[in-house]
């Protein structure tokens, strides 16, 4: 069930000459028969757009700031795949220093299979710009989680003693290093990547600096046309482009428009980061360096597409934006993985939540997928969202799960969870839109898997949940919290569109199930939920009653609530709360879940500060993995995936915390 890759090297190579000495601010280039020292850090901060890095390179200090605009109010902006970074330079002695710039990227931006050949182009004018692809192509085929299809762009202002050149690493990056400048010629022996290694340099010569320059401006990004294979009736295929060529018409105009922006783009960014920080620090500033480190994972996961009409244009009321399961698998818009992410959406855009859930309604309101309950996922290898027509049956699973992995291509049952998942996060961006689209449309769907829950959620049959990686289990208190909070969702989604006997049935079933579920579940003693029913020794994180509380379903007495709390209290190790007894490790997503329903403030900040202090222990230079050891804060499997924006449970928009001290 796991798919652990390992994690490609994109070569980005950064030099400042100051003064004829030569300093290496970014990446870590290897350059024969030349000589540099490195820059030394001063300082760094994070924001949920930026990072920013000071960093002194002898008389000199260059603040290089990283910018990856999030602006979910404009999809456009959203869906443009470009980043900024932008660098300026200062005299740290009240002296004037002569100060030139370099950066390159590699043709390691490409592929996954660095045998494979590449070529390029550099296009000249008002914008400088280096485009590099493969020369054989895969369309929607990666090579270790890396895209085989389309172009990375790297880009800057033509301004004033702006110099270009690609070719061979070494030989480019001395001919800065020895003249403080490029040669504006283009290599042309297009080959292997990992043949002469070739890069795709700038340099810009700052002339003398005193005071603090204004920033020289990069872009950097991947494009490609089109991004998205999506299954539609019939078993047949649409394309799906990137949602900015709505806008624009070339890479050119869009690459061009995104550099002149970056003032304003920067002033766009201030604001956003300022209010995260401010509506998290009202919780707790542990949480709000949290929250400022998920924001960008989270939306780096998603793409925002659009369909074609006949005629050739776009059809702008059809948007769908697909989010792709990074490390654990490359699955398409997986249930599981939207459902903890979830709260980024609710707080930043719930209409982006909606255009997540939309492929996988649409797909299954078809009729292609055959099973009863909600799909895992919408492909198993993104960027094809080609379903599962051949739906893994249920009585299939255990053999499944003997085999340790679920074939490749097949769906993923994970029945009681994904049909749960569905119904929480349709009822929630209903209450928070005030849209009834979903739930009007996709009625029978979700009274489909409303039965489906009724039958067996309460007692819930062997199977995995989204904590796949713990193995599965029968019985599942969590499990079943789901199941049951999903058939109230029901009776109010069924009450928002005036179907009263309905609403009123499921609402009888699902307060009957809490009064059984409460005998199942509770230990003999009383004192916390099991991790299974009928297993007092056993207990785990009840993170699904976190949905009871965004949905203000109030299903579960504030008892339970209660018991979980004081548990919680007296079972955190260094790093936080295990997930359940099976292993000491824990899952930081669901850390901060739980957070949003405990009844005590201080075991909240508790939980929080505990994801803090993992993420902050230096233990791995990774991107941030959810998944991490309790015990001593070390790394399990996972990375950079986007159920860091379930770090936002806290902030989502609703009052989920009922914490009192």
């Given at each position: 069930?796991?798919?652990?890759r390992e994690?490609?090297?994109?070569g980005?190579?950064g030099?400042a000459?100051?003064?004829g000495v030569v300093y290496n601010?970014?990446?870590?280039p290897?350059?024969?028969?030349?000589t540099f020292?490195k820059?030394?850090q001063k300082?760094?901060k994070?924001?949920s757009?930026?990072s920013?890095?000071v960093l002194t390179?002898?008389?000199?200090?260059l603040?290089?700031?990283?910018l990856s605009?999030?602006?979910?109010?404009d999809l456009?902006n959203?869906?443009l795949p470009?980043?900024?970074y932008a660098?300026s330079?200062a005299?740290n002695?009240?002296k004037?220093h002569?100060v030139?710039?370099?950066?390159?990227?590699s043709?390691?931006?490409?592929?996954?299979d660095n045998s494979?050949?590449a070529?390029w182009?550099t296009?000249?004018g008002?914008?400088?710009t280096?485009q590099?692809?493969?020369?054989?192509?895969?369309q929607?085929?990666e090579v270790?989680d890396?895209?085989?299809q389309?172009s990375a762009?790297h880009?800057?202002?033509n301004?004033?003693g702006?110099?270009w050149?690609?070719?061979?690493d070494?030989?480019?990056r001395?001919?800065?290093?020895?003249?403080?400048?490029?040669?504006?010629?283009?290599?042309?022996?297009f080959?292997?990547?990992s043949?002469?290694?070739?890069v795709?340099a700038?340099a810009?010569?700052?002339g003398?600096?005193n005071?603090?320059t204004?920033?020289v401006?990069?872009?950097v990004?991947?494009?490609?046309?089109?991004?998205i294979?999506?299954?539609?009736?019939?078993n047949g295929r649409?394309?799906?482009?990137?949602f900015?060529?709505?806008?624009?018409?070339?890479?050119?105009n869009?690459i061009s428009?995104f550099l002149n922006d970056y003032?304003n783009?920067l002033a766009r960014a201030?604001a956003?980061d300022?209010k995260?920080?401010?509506?998290?620090t009202?919780?707790?500033a542990?949480?709000?360096?949290?929250?400022a480190?998920?924001i960008?994972q989270?939306?780096?996961?998603?793409?925002i597409t659009?369909?074609r009409?006949?005629?050739?244009?776009?059809n702008?009321?059809?948007?769908?934006t697909?989010m792709?399961?990074?490390?654990?698998?490359?699955n398409?818009?997986t249930?599981?993985?939207?459902f903890?992410?979830?709260?980024l959406?609710?707080?930043t855009?719930?209409t982006i939540?909606k255009?997540?859930?939309l492929?996988l309604?649409e797909y299954?309101?078809?009729?292609q997928y055959p099973?009863k309950w909600?799909?895992?996922?919408?492909?198993a290898?993104?960027p094809?969202a080609i379903?599962h027509?051949d739906g893994?049956?249920?009585?299939?699973?255990?053999?499944l799960?003997?085999?340790s992995r679920?074939?490749?291509g097949?769906?993923?049952?994970m029945?009681?969870?994904?049909s749960?998942?569905m119904l929480?996060?349709t009822?929630?961006?209903t209450q928070?839109?005030n849209?009834?689209?979903l739930?009007r449309?996709?009625f029978?769907?979700?009274?489909?898997?409303?039965?489906?829950?009724i039958t067996d959620?309460?007692i819930p049959a062997?199977?995995i949940s989204t904590d796949?990686?713990a193995g599965?289990?029968a019985?599942?208190?969590?499990l079943a919290?789901?199941?049951?909070?999903g058939?109230?969702?029901?009776?109010e989604?069924?009450?928002?569109?005036?179907?009263t006997?309905?609403?009123?049935?499921y609402?009888?079933?699902a307060?009957?199930?809490?009064?059984?579920?409460?005998?199942?579940?509770?230990?003999s003693d009383?004192t916390h939920?099991t991790?299974?029913y009928g297993?007092?020794?056993?207990?785990?994180?009840s993170?699904?009653?976190?949905?009871?509380?965004?949905?203000?379903?109030?299903?579960?007495?504030?008892?339970v609530?209660?018991?979980q709390?004081n548990?919680?209290?007296?079972h955190?190790?260094a790093?936080?709360?295990?997930?359940?007894t099976r292993h000491?490790?824990?899952k930081?997503?669901?850390e901060?879940w739980?957070?949003g329903?405990?009844?005590?403030?201080?075991?909240?900040d508790?939980?929080?500060?505990?994801?803090r202090?993992?993420?902050?222990?230096?233990k791995?230079?990774?991107p941030l993995?959810?998944?991490?050891e309790t015990l001593?804060?070390?790394?399990?499997?996972?990375r950079?995936?986007?159920?860091?924006g379930?770090h936002?449970?806290?902030?989502a928009?609703i009052?989920?915390n009922?914490?009192?001290?």
């Open positions: 069930m796991l798919s652990r994690w490609q090297i994109l980005w190579a030099y000459k100051v003064d601010w970014l990446g870590d290897a350059v024969p028969g030349t020292t820059a030394t300082s760094l994070f924001t757009t930026q920013i890095f390179a002898g008389p000199i200090d603040t290089v700031t990283f605009p999030v602006e979910p109010s456009v959203q869906s470009l980043s900024y660098v330079a005299s002695d009240g004037a002569s030139q710039l370099y950066t390159d990227i043709a390691e931006w490409v592929t996954g494979l050949t070529n182009t296009t000249t008002s914008v400088l280096h590099i692809q493969l020369v054989s192509q895969t929607f085929g270790g890396h895209i085989q389309g762009y880009s800057t202002l301004t004033a702006a110099t050149q690609t070719g061979q070494t030989i480019v001395a001919q800065f290093i020895n003249n403080g400048k490029l040669t504006n010629t283009q290599d042309t022996a080959r292997a990547v043949d002469r290694w070739p795709f700038f810009h010569d700052l003398s600096v005071g603090a204004a920033p401006i990069f872009s990004g991947h494009i490609r046309d089109p991004a294979q999506y299954i539609v009736a019939n649409q394309n799906r482009s990137l900015f060529w709505t806008r624009f018409s070339t890479v050119a869009a428009t003032a783009a201030n956003f300022s995260v920080n401010a509506d998290a009202k919780v707790l542990d949480y709000a360096s949290i929250v480190l998920s960008r989270g939306f780096g996961a998603t793409e659009v369909s009409t006949n005629s050739g244009g776009f702008t009321s059809d948007v769908l697909f792709k399961e990074i490390s654990s698998d490359g398409v818009n249930v599981d993985v939207i903890p992410a979830w709260p959406f609710l707080y855009n719930p939540g255009q997540l859930l492929p309604f299954q309101a078809t009729g099973n909600s799909v895992h996922d919408m492909g290898s993104y094809k379903g027509n893994e049956q249920f009585f299939n699973l255990i053999v799960l003997e085999c679920v074939v490749e097949n769906d993923e049952p029945p009681v969870e994904e749960g998942n929480i996060m009822l929630s961006y928070k839109s849209d009834l689209s739930i449309n996709y029978n769907l979700l009274d489909q898997w409303t039965q489906f829950l959620s309460l062997n199977q796949d990686f599965s289990l019985n599942q208190t969590n919290i789901k199941g049951i909070v058939i109230k969702a029901m009776a989604i069924a009450s928002l569109v005036g179907d006997a309905r609403s009123s049935n609402s009888s079933i307060a009957s199930y809490v009064t059984q579920w409460q005998k199942f579940a509770t230990a009383g939920l991790l299974s297993n007092s020794s056993s207990w785990g994180l993170y699904n009653l976190y949905a009871d509380k965004l949905l203000k379903t109030n299903l579960f007495p504030t008892s609530y209660t018991i709390t548990w919680y209290s007296s955190a190790n790093f936080g709360v295990p997930l359940d000491t490790y824990t930081s997503d669901w901060i739980t957070a329903l405990v009844t005590s403030t201080t075991v909240r508790l939980l929080v500060s505990s994801v202090k993992y993420a902050a222990d230096g791995s230079s990774q993995g959810d998944w991490y001593d804060g070390s790394v399990e499997g996972f950079a995936r986007p159920v860091v379930g936002l449970a806290l902030v928009g009052a989920v009922t914490a009192a001290q």
